[in-house]
């Protein structure tokens, strides 16, 4: 990307192939995801240093390391997450940061599920310890974090309380395992809707990854000492606000936290990814990808993402030809 903007920002563009400098890893590009962080860093309301590819998450096949690299040798498989630069057919990353990928778990899977599935390893880990017989709302529960998200959470024992937009979203995300599901467009008040469905209860904790469309109602859906977990903005950022509505609301407490502070050390960020690739293993976490698109389509992903025209992964694929055979062969 030259400029940032909407999706007509990114456009395909031949550039030099990158050299791996000392601690460093050239990777060739199997799968990148395509995630919300993408946007923002289109967007500019996450800047980096233009010009830049997007792209912060992606598997493939080490084809030569720098200097000084131990981490990792050519031809290992490997995945990685909030590294920019991934919607390429080559990509350099700090070796330090790659993940070795286990034989059965393979380079579609690893980019559709590592950024996301740490994401909700953190969230309901540590974020906000889920326990047996909590009851959690999950916004934009058919998305391809809510779908991981609601997972995790009833495979902790709790009960999930899911929004999504349509009834088609409503039965993924009934099938992800959601308790109860509500149609966000079909409530005026989505806060008495969800008490309503608690016994008049409010909850112990929101996940909330929509952001200003959700916030007020997020609140309001809590009881006394209930926890907020805002982890994205999907709507657009939260308008600056009083902290005194947490007093109000009865002690509340927010937290906006990032993948980046929960992965900081290799041996944390090993022992997460070692967590999902387990999950994905027994079947507590399904990996739906439902969107590949080439390169020169990427701007296409965005727009059908931003327009929660999807659910579930998408990804961004290199090679278009092998694009093309899986659309056929889906079709």
Known sequence: MYEVGGPEALREAEVDQPRPGPGEALVEVAASGVNFLDVYHREGRYSLPLPFAPGAEGAGTVVEVGPGVADV???????????????????????????????????ETAAAVLLQGMTAHYLVKDAYPVQGGDTVLVHAA?????????????HLGGRVIGTTSTTAKAELAKRAGAAEVILSSAVDDLAAEVRRLNGGQ???????????????????????RGHLVLFGAASGAVPPFDPIRLAHGGSLTLIRP??????????????????????????????????RYAL????????????????????????????????????
């Open 202 to 224: 409010g909850l112990p904790v929101v996940f909330d990854g929509v952001g200003a469309h959700t916030f007020d109602a997020s609140l309001a859906s809590l009881r006394p």
């Open 296 to 331: 020169s389509e990427a701007a296409q992903a965005h727009s059908d993402l931003e327009a929660r025209r999807t659910t579930g992964k998408l990804l961004v694929i290199p090679d278009a030809a092998a694009v093309g055979r899986r659309e056929e062969t889906r079709s």
């Open 73 to 107: 040798a050519v031809g290992d498989r490997v995945g990685w997450v909030e590294i920019p630069g991934t919607y390429a057919e080559r990509a350099v990353v700090d070796s330090s940061r790659l993940v070795p990928l286990p034989d059965d778990i393979g380079f």
């Open 142 to 154: 058919a998305g391809g974090m809510g779908l991981l998200l609601t997972q995790l959470i009833t």
């Open 258 to 291: 990032s993948l980046g502070d929960f992965i900081a050390d290799r041996s944390e960020l090993l022992r997460r990814a070692a967590d999902v690739f387990e999950w994905v293993r027994s079947k507590a976490l399904e990996v739906t990808v439902t969107g």
